[in-house]
Every structure is written in C-alpha cells, then in structure tokens.
C-alpha cells in the first residue's frame, strides 16, 4: 500500500534512496534502493508511465489505466500491471506498454 502513494519526487536516484510517506505508523521514512531497481524504476518512467499519464497526474509514480492521477488505484491493479509488463519483458515483446 506505501508504494501507491509514492510521488515522483520522493525518488532520489542520485542518493539511491526513495522517500516512503505516511508508512507503518503513519511515519515517513527513507528506504534505500538498489541500482538495478533504480534502473528499473528509470525504465518504467521514460517507457511504460507515460502511457499511462492523464492530466493532472499529480505527480504519482505508478499508474494504471484504471487511475492515471490523484487516486492512485488498488493495489491489485497496479501489482497485475507489473506482472504483465514483466512478462512481456521476458518474452521479449516488443512495446513497453504495462496494459494486456
């Protein structure tokens, strides 16, 4: 659930480090992230988010087709996603899409 409301400026790649708001106890804390998930968090970015993208997205880190802004979905959703776009890496399908 912390992962839903991550914003993209709570992402600090040069430090490694992503900033996790209102988590366990309703505390903010600093998590550090490693490069290979930085890499991957770079990728989702540049090539899958922006489909995505419905203004005003507010600045929400993960998206899904059924909440491209302010709400950010379920967890489900975004998790199924995930495991789609993964697979289709795998495969090696061409497309960088997170939907079918």
Same mark, same amino acid.
């Given at each position: 659930?912390?992962?839903? *409301?991550?914003?993209? +400026?709570?992402? $600090? @790649? ?21 490069? *290979? ?6 990728? +989702?970015? $540049?090539?899958? =988010? @922006? ?25 489900? =959703?975004?998790?199924?996603? =995930? *495991? *789609? +776009?993964?697979?289709?890496?795998? =495969? ?9």
């Amino acid at each position: 659930m912390e992962l839903i *409301r991550v914003r993209l +400026y709570d992402l $600090d @790649p040069a430090r490694g480090v992503v900033v996790v708001r209102e988590g366990k106890g309703q505390k903010d804390r600093v998590v550090p992230v490693g490069e *290979r998930a930085i890499a991957w968090l770079e990728k +989702y970015l $540049d090539e899958a =988010r @922006p489909e995505f993208v419905v203004e005003p997205a507010e600045g929400t880190m993960f998206l899904t087709r059924h909440a491209s802004g302010g709400d950010a979905g379920a967890p489900g =959703r975004a998790a199924g996603g =995930r *495991r *789609r +776009y993964h697979r289709r890496l795998a =495969r090696g399908t061409s497309g960088g899409s997170l939907s079918g």
